[in-house]
């Protein structure tokens, strides 16, 4: 069914996918909302590694910008994501 060439293909692709899940980790993504206010911090694997809150703001108001804040952050994060992959796959699949 698959060859020795595609076996090694495989795994030299799985080796490539650990390698940028590990380069992800040390990339760091920032969301901000209400002009820097509130500010999450998650690595390129989407890992909120810090969370920010410059001012007293109510109760309601800061989750409601700490979530904004965090979309933001995950949605640099999963285009981070699909670059670095597409990157990595680059060479190893045909036609990438």
Do not use: C, H
């Not at 109510?58 to 285009?79: S, T, Y």
């Amino acid at each position: 069914m698959f060859g020795k060439g595609m076996m090694k293909k495989l795994q030299a692709m799985q080796q490539q996918v650990e390698e940028t899940k590990a380069k992800l980790n040390n990339i760091k993504l920032i969301g901000e909302a209400m002009e820097g206010k509130v500010r999450v911090e998650v690595n390129g694997n989407s890992v909120i590694t810090d969370i920010q809150v410059k001012e007293d703001l109510p109760k309601d108001e800061m989750i409601d910008l700490i979530i904004v804040a965090a979309n933001r952050a995950i949605e640099q994060a999963e285009r981070t994501k699909e670059m670095e992959m597409a990157q990595s796959a680059k060479g190893l699949i045909p036609g990438m």
